[in-house]
């Protein structure tokens, strides 16, 4: 929590630098503007159509700082639980509305949010790479990623389908699908717009309202949402964008009895915080999507000289992409014994090759992650591990000034019982774990509290079915990572969350469904 005075962000806010925030379409321009600020940036809510602080004499301010500096560039309101409900209200106003509007009108809303988003895609890219620390590379395809979110559901929703049935010579039933209401979507840090997008597009599609909170770390790429949501001309009222903490905003989000479906994608705790605050409000829906410890199998057949080339490389960008700040990556390797010490040292080499610390690999997050990120290196430093690449020692010493930046770290002979090997690290740093035989493959792989996502690296046909079919995942890859078609169910299993998002299964989530009997 920052100290930023309330009165100075407000005479900023006065002076509206919303123009120049989006003229800043290249790190350059964005740099050299938040250089030349007196003080930072200051982020507002969007609500009811309108950029606007809270108005509650009680509200602190939160300063957001960019990873590769550890400078704050921007400040942002916590926003209080009176405010949050005024923006419920708003969306429960515009729901009235906004749910009988045809499939063709709110399909063309969110062709208008593509196609903005697709003509401001670097500006997006900038700005997301400035705040969550990741390449300027990765930013721009998580924005790709998210144009495509509006696209599929702007078209998903004319060519819907629904089931009938005939009881014989008695009734002819059908389902009947209407919106749920209105949802708290509260998005994470590590991909915010595109998981932010991943949320408000179906639940616009489907005739729903929003109130949305994205993380208070990356608080930017929403901010711009709200000014492209203006631009677009959506209706005010039907998203709003409401920043601050998870223990003030978002646990008066969604508790609030006015919110009739939560989608949260983030930490496995704060996912088991929302279910036990809404356990009594039974209507609720709930989308929980948690976190991962993801297991990559690499099989002796991977590695022959015609596939060991596309097998280290697809294993290196599922532990090292976006700094290993995706809750789908691979960061525990099992390896076949019989070329676990080829693809020790292949797998070494093309790391430090193509995953290159302020080049390829941007900084992580925010210092607390930075902190708990080697926390977890001293951690295996004190039980031996070998580490391969990387190490304990602070490569700046000064992280709190200089940017939040860590080596891409590859770790043998760490126990199966280490928290290293356990835990949700969420940043670049992998295991490497040999293992027998398939079952004994698969065994390791399963043995996890968490179930969201495997990689299976394999040239038979035959193991790629009998193998992904026994993995506890709600998402397994074989021979590729990170591949998606967006009407697949998109979930984990065990503690990786419940509920699934994507195409149909979003509609699940976003409507109610009542079955209709009419005499025959």
Same mark, same amino acid.
């Given at each position: 929590?920052?100290?930023?005075? +309330?009165?100075? %962000?407000?005479?900023?806010?006065?002076?509206?630098?919303?123009?120049?925030?989006?003229? %800043?379409?290249?790190?350059?321009?964005?740099?050299?503007?938040?250089?030349?600020?007196?003080?930072?940036?200051?982020?507002?809510?969007?609500? !009811?159509?309108?950029?606007?602080?809270?108005?509650?004499?009680?509200?602190?301010?939160?300063?957001?700082?960019?990873?590769?500096?550890?400078?704050?560039?921007?400040?942002? +309101?916590?926003?209080?639980?009176?405010?949050?409900?005024?923006?419920?209200?708003?969306?429960?106003?515009?729901?009235?509305? /906004?749910?009988?509007?045809?499939?063709?009108?709110?399909?063309? *809303?969110?062709?208008?949010?593509?196609?903005?988003?697709?003509?401001?895609?670097?500006?997006?890219?900038?700005?997301?790479?400035?705040?969550?620390?990741?390449?300027?590379?990765?930013?721009?395809?998580?924005?790709?990623?998210?144009?495509?979110?509006?696209?599929?559901?702007?078209?998903?929703?004319?060519?819907?389908?629904?089931?009938?049935?005939?009881?014989?010579?008695?009734?002819?039933?059908?389902?009947?699908?209407?919106?749920?209401?209105?949802?708290?979507?509260?998005?994470? /840090?590590?991909?915010?717009?595109?998981?932010?997008?991943?949320?408000?597009?179906? %639940?616009?599609?489907?005739?729903?309202?929003?109130?949305?909170?994205?993380?208070?770390?990356? !608080?930017?790429?929403?901010?711009?949402?709200?000014?492209?949501?203006?631009?677009?001309?959506?209706?005010?009222?039907?998203?709003?964008?409401?920043?601050?903490?998870?223990?003030?905003?978002?646990?008066?989000?969604?508790?609030?009895?006015?919110?009739?479906?939560?989608?949260?994608?983030?930490?496995?705790?704060?996912?088991?915080?929302?279910?036990?605050?809404?356990?009594?409000?039974?209507? &609720? *829906?709930?989308?929980?999507?948690?976190?991962?410890?993801?297991?990559?199998?690499?099989?002796?057949?991977?590695?022959?000289?015609? &596939?060991?080339?596309?097998?280290?490389?697809?294993?290196?960008?599922?532990?090292?992409?976006? #700094?290993?700040?995706?809750?789908?990556?691979?960061?525990?390797?099992?390896?076949?014994?019989?070329?676990?010490?080829?693809?020790?040292?292949?797998?070494?080499?093309?790391?430090?090759? &193509?995953?290159?610390?302020?080049?390829?690999?941007?900084?992580?997050?925010?210092?607390?992650?930075?902190?708990?990120?080697?926390?977890?290196?001293?951690?295996?430093?004190?039980?031996?591990?070998?580490?391969?690449?990387?190490?304990?020692?602070?490569? #700046?010493?000064?992280?709190?000034?200089?940017?939040?930046?860590?080596?891409?770290?590859?770790?043998?002979?760490?126990?199966?019982?280490?928290?290293?090997?356990?835990?949700?690290?969420?940043?670049?740093?992998?295991?490497?774990?040999?293992?027998?035989?398939?079952?004994?493959?698969?065994?390791?792989?399963?043995?996890?509290?968490?179930?969201?996502?495997?990689?299976?690296?394999?040239?038979?046909?035959?193991?790629?079915?009998?193998?992904?079919?026994?993995?506890?995942?709600?998402?397994?890859?074989?021979?590729?990572?990170?591949?998606?078609?967006?009407?697949?169910?998109?979930?984990?299993?065990?503690?990786?969350?419940?509920?699934?998002?994507?195409?149909?299964?979003?509609?699940?989530?976003?409507?109610?469904?009542?079955?209709?009997?009419?005499?025959?």
């Amino acid at each position: 929590m920052g100290n930023t005075n +309330p009165t100075d %962000c407000k005479r900023q806010v006065l002076i509206d630098c919303a123009d120049t925030i989006w003229s %800043c379409d290249t790190i350059d321009k964005a740099t050299t503007f938040i250089r030349s600020m007196d003080t930072p940036i200051c982020l507002s809510n969007y609500v !009811s159509g309108e950029l606007q602080l809270p108005s509650s004499a009680s509200t602190t301010f939160i300063n957001s700082v960019e990873p590769k500096t550890g400078a704050i560039f921007a400040t942002l +309101p916590c926003t209080q639980p009176s405010d949050v409900e005024e923006a419920i209200r708003q969306a429960r106003t515009a729901f009235k509305t /906004w749910s009988k509007t045809t499939r063709v009108e709110r399909s063309g *809303h969110l062709r208008r949010m593509s196609e903005l988003l697709r003509a401001h895609r670097e500006l997006f890219a900038v700005w997301e790479s400035i705040d969550q620390g990741k390449t300027l590379e990765r930013a721009r395809i998580e924005v790709d990623r998210a144009i495509s979110n509006f696209s599929y559901f702007s078209t998903y929703i004319l060519h819907e389908q629904t089931a009938a049935r005939m009881v014989d010579g008695v009734a002819l039933t059908y389902e009947h699908r209407s919106p749920a209401g209105v949802f708290a979507l509260i998005s994470p /840090w590590n991909m915010p717009l595109y998981l932010l997008t991943w949320k408000i597009a179906p %639940c616009l599609a489907f005739g729903c309202t929003a109130v949305a909170k994205p993380s208070e770390v990356t !608080s930017m790429s929403a901010y711009l949402l709200g000014v492209l949501f203006q631009k677009a001309g959506l209706p005010g009222g039907v998203v709003n964008i409401v920043l601050g903490d998870g223990p003030t905003t978002g646990q008066a989000l969604v508790t609030s009895p006015l919110i009739d479906g939560v989608s949260f994608t983030g930490g496995t705790q704060t996912g088991i915080a929302i279910r036990q605050a809404t356990a009594h409000q039974i209507r &609720k *829906h709930l989308s929980l999507e948690l976190g991962g410890k993801n297991p990559t199998l690499v099989f002796a057949d991977s590695m022959t000289s015609s &596939k060991r080339e596309a097998t280290i490389r697809i294993a290196a960008s599922a532990a090292f992409e976006n #700094q290993g700040e995706i809750c789908l990556c691979g960061s525990r390797i099992y390896v076949e014994r019989s070329v676990y010490g080829e693809f020790v040292l292949k797998f070494t080499e093309h790391v430090r090759k &193509k995953y290159v610390l302020r080049e390829t690999v941007g900084a992580v997050a925010s210092l607390q992650h930075y902190n708990k990120i080697r926390g977890y290196l001293r951690q295996a430093a004190s039980e031996n591990a070998t580490f391969h690449l990387g190490g304990v020692s602070d490569p #700046q010493d000064k992280a709190g000034n200089q940017g939040y930046w860590i080596a891409p770290a590859i770790l043998t002979d760490v126990a199966r019982e280490s928290v290293v090997q356990t835990d949700e690290i969420f940043g670049p740093v992998v295991t490497i774990t040999p293992f027998e035989n398939e079952e004994h493959a698969v065994e390791l792989s399963n043995d996890s509290q968490y179930g969201l996502a495997a990689i299976v690296l394999t040239a038979d046909g035959a193991r790629m079915r009998r193998v992904g079919e026994q993995m506890e995942a709600g998402l397994v890859w074989v021979n590729c990572w990170l591949v998606r078609e967006l009407g697949t169910p998109f979930g984990g299993m065990k503690n990786s969350g419940t509920g699934r998002e994507g195409g149909d299964y979003s509609r699940d989530v976003f409507t109610v469904v009542r079955t209709l009997h009419l005499p025959a």
